[in-house]
T-cell receptor
Framework: GNSVTQMEGPVTLSEEAFLTINCTYT??????LFWYVQYPGEGLQLLLK?????DKGSNKGFEATYRKETTSFHLEKGSVQVSDSAVYFC???????????FGKGTTLSVSS | DTAVSQTPKYLVTQMGNDKSIKCEQN?????MYWYKQDSKKFLKIMFS???????INETVPNRFSPKSPDKAHLNLHINSLELGDSAVYFC????????????FGPGTRLTVT
């Protein structure tokens, strides 16, 4: 079946450090890929997306590239801030109107 | 303006009670969803409706019953609440023609004692 695997957390970094959160997926066909972020006590916000191979999604300094050959969609940021502390979810969906399949989430904690 | 709203935000109740969670979206989307987030933060789909028609009905106890009075609303009714129902429930919506993006509500934290 379709699934998403994320690196286990928590990830603890100092401010201005480089961030990578690994995400790989298992799917037949060509899903759309997403990163969602959940700040403490809040709902999920779409951080970025990519809908086809080699697309790069970017937002707020975060980037992720849809790599079909490695079935990966790793999230990166060059310099994290304390305000980036949150839970990050990688997800896929096959077609509009179907459910998102989420990874288990990775908790990021950034200290000053 | 709030795009996807849920009420209540917090719900504390006793085992055996019946409760409802309401969701409304003002985005004009045609599909709505309920997801459950467990204590380990894992998110899983429960139901989805498209234009008031049930599309996805995952393996959840039949004590959970979604109802969509119109395409802007999707409510979740839970009968005979159990301790294991304690979780955060998220409503979401999407438009079929728009890049598969789903917009989430703020969540309802249900605690069953």
């Amino acid at each position: 079946g379709n699934s998403v695997t994320q690196m286990e957390g928590p990830v603890t970094l100092s401010e201005e450090a480089f961030l990578t959160i690994n995400c790989t997926y298992t799917a037949t066909g060509y899903p759309s890929l997403f990163w969602y972020v959940q700040y403490p006590g809040e709902g999920l916000q779409l951080l970025l997306k990519a809908t086809k191979a080699d697309d790069k999604g970017s937002n707020k300094g975060f980037e992720a590239t849809y790599r079909k050959e490695t079935t990966s969609f790793h999230l990166e940021k060059g310099s994290v801030q304390v305000s980036d502390s949150a839970v990050y979810f990688c997800a896929l969906v096959y077609q509009a109107g179907t459910a998102l399949i989420f990874g288990k989430g990775t908790t990021l904690s950034v200290s000053s | 303006d709030t795009a996807v709203s849920q009420t209540p935000k917090y719900l504390v109740t006793q085992m055996g009670n019946d409760k409802s969670i309401k969701c409304e979206q003002n985005l004009g989307h045609d599909t709505m969803y309920w997801y459950k987030q467990d204590s380990k933060k894992f998110l899983k789909i429960m139901f989805s409706y498209n234009n008031k028609e049930l599309i996805i009905n995952e393996t959840v106890p039949n004590r959970f019953s979604p109802k969509s009075p119109d395409k802007a609303h999707l409510n979740l009714h839970i009968n005979s609440l159990e301790l294991g129902d304690s979780a955060v429930y998220f409503c979401a919506s999407s438009q079929e023609s728009r890049n598969h993006e789903q917009y989430f509500g703020p969540g309802t934290r249900l605690t069953v004692t």
